[in-house]
């Protein structure tokens, strides 16, 4: 009886060194941002994911192995061919495929380490890598991936692992989900050629520095309501067709990028836009601060849709993306190219450039120098356009407005210029008198928006020469539609002469750019200096 006890005890105690669960709700296990949602399933805590690419990562010390304890009953059902797949690294290790069981006999065990040093930290990570689209994969759960915890040995804990800084979210199609990015796909009864850890997604959130929450499902887009997961606008604030990921309106953390390659699955036109520019609008509530970031899918399908977005959205941290360098091999034809198995899905190394154009061109974007000044004809003619120059600092272009407050577009509407020049017409005629205001902001090539620099102008009595200043009394606003030669450049003023030389006017001001023999527009008010005519308050700018 005693030998009995023992042995008993020496079960109880071996089993106990095997008995360690970490729940799914420590705080030592990262999950990926905006991707899980806490639940109850199958009588207890779990952690749902409804798309491929969500992760998870956590540090193990003090335990010789590590197993992912998995919701049983979720895949319960399913045809062994729409058993989803997941991956797993350590320590920076090759992944391992797993395919999750169809039981229905509570939680399981996967087992993805059994001789971890106990001396060190070792860092796990494991990636959602596919699943069937099928299964109603947005309203229903056998798709979805249910995490209940970590099981270590006795002894064993969990520590936070390293983490990016930035946060990051992106929205796509099959594209973005990884469909064929590791060989040919045929049919979604074969998920081996679909990984979503291999997608553009982790290559920009890696070159941004970021974590990421990754929402990409075959079919889907703006507008197209054939698939599994309805369009865009409405799911991008939610966790499933359950569940809301806001809180108090919010998206909680706040990201630093939101990315969108939505349009492949659309057809072009009117109600595309009209979906796209009211999703935006959507969003920026709920992230103020973050940069929404409108990518081309990389056969550049859509561009002109695309620009006239970005164009028109009114929404002056957003971005847009054109991966043109990539659109003759990555298509939307059938044929197999050297980045794609299929002519329309990137393969990995097609997604790798994908990615990394997309991420450089952000950067880019980010980096971009603000205008510093802005020179205004601080006089414009009555019933003319309002002009304005400007240090000429975008690798891009420009957008100027017209207004009667500082930043406003009530008189005229953002209107995209490519050189350090406009001229601007108000919708109504603007008489003698009136102040506007001339806004010009910088956009980059990448379609990022600098901040905005605003001057007041003031509409005067236009002249047509030199003359007709010359006999103007003094205190008239002019705006002289006659072009001047620089003839004398001082430090507190300049003499301009007309082509004849046989007018000539002091300009006073300090005017550093301007040299003998360039042209010059004026604009000022008539006055008197030394006992001759002269210009002062004005703007003696070289003609363009």
């Known amino acids: 009886m005693k030998r009995i006890l023992i042995i008993a005890a020496l079960i109880a105690a071996c089993s106990s060194l095997w008995a360690a669960v970490v729940p799914c709700t420590d705080s030592n296990i990262y999950f990926s941002p905006y991707t899980w949602k806490s639940t109850e399933f199958d009588g207890g805590s779990a952690m749902e994911a409804t798309f491929p690419g969500s ?28 058993r989803p797949h997941i991956e797993y690294s350590i320590d920076g290790g090759p992944f391992t495929d797993y395919r999750l069981l169809t039981t229905q006999d509570g939680d399981y065990k996967i087992t993805m380490a059994t001789s971890l040093s106990n001396s060190v930290a070792h860092t796990i990570i494991v990636y959602f890598r596919s699943a069937h689209l099928g299964y109603d994969r947005w309203a229903g759960t056998q798709s979805h991936l249910f995490i209940r915890g970590i099981g270590l040995n006795n002894g064993g804990t969990l520590s936070r692992p390293a983490l990016r800084p930035g946060l ?58 054939a698939m599994a997961v309805p369009p865009l606008p409405q799911t991008w604030n939610k966790y499933d067709a359950d569940t809301s990921r806001l809180v108090d309106g919010k998206l909680v953390p706040q990201p630093d990028y939101i990315l969108c390659a939505m349009g492949t699955n659309d057809t072009t036109g009117g109600s595309f836009r009209t979906a796209y520019i009211n999703w935006i609008k959507a969003v920026r509530p709920a992230a103020p601060d973050a940069k929404i970031v409108i990518v081309m899918p990389p056969s550049g399908y859509h561009r002109d849709d695309l620009t006239y977005i970005f164009r028109n959205c009114g929404d002056d941290n957003t971005i847009l993306i054109d991966t ?65 120059v400007w240090e000429d600092v975008s690798p891009g272009g420009y957008e100027c407005c017209l207004g009667l407050t500082s930043g406003s577009n009530a008189l005229c509407d953002w209107t995209y210029v490519d050189e350090p020049y406009c001229a601007l017409m108000p919708k109504s005629r603007m008489s003698a008198g009136r102040n506007v205001y001339l806004t010009v902001r910088p956009v980059s090539r990448t379609g990022y928006k600098g901040p905005s620099v605003t001057a007041m ?52 001001g300090s005017f550093t750019d301007l040299t003998v023999g360039d042209t010059v527009k004026v604009t000022g008010k008539t006055a008197s200096s030394d006992g001759t005519r002269a210009v002062t308050g004005g703007s003696c700018i070289k003609a363009e």
């Open 324 to 388: 043109e360098e990539l659109n003759g091999m990555i298509t939307v034809n059938t044929a197999a190219t050297g980045m794609t198995y299929d002519g329309v899905h990137p393969n990995e190394y097609g997604q790798a450039m994908y990615g990394i154009s997309v991420a450089s061109k952000i950067n880019a974007a980010s980096q971009m120098r603000d205008i510093s000044w802005i020179t205004p004809y601080r006089y414009a003619p009555a019933g003319g356009a309002a002009e304005a």
């Open 457 to 508: 102008i003031t509409y005067a009595n236009p002249m047509a020469t030199l003359d007709d200043v010359m006999t103007a009394s003094n205190g008239k606003t002019f705006y002289l539609e006659e072009l001047l030669n620089v003839t004398g450049v001082f430090s507190d003023c300049v003499f301009v002469e007309n082509d004849s030389r046989t007018r000539g006017i002091k300009v006073i």
């Open 168 to 225: 990051l979210m992106g929205f796509g199609d099959s594209i973005t989900e990884g469909v064929g990015v590791d060989s040919y796909f045929s049919t979604w009864d074969d998920l081996t050629p679909n990984n979503a850890r291999h997608t553009w997604i982790p290559f920009v959130a890696a070159a941004l520095d970021c974590e990421y929450g990754q929402f990409g499902s075959g079919g889907q887009g703006m507008i197209n309501t």
């Open 55 to 82: 992760y998870i990562k956590f540090n193990v010390t003090g335990s010789a192995k590590a197993e992912l304890i998995v919701c049983g009953k979720a895949q319960y059902g399913l045809t062994d061919a729409a």
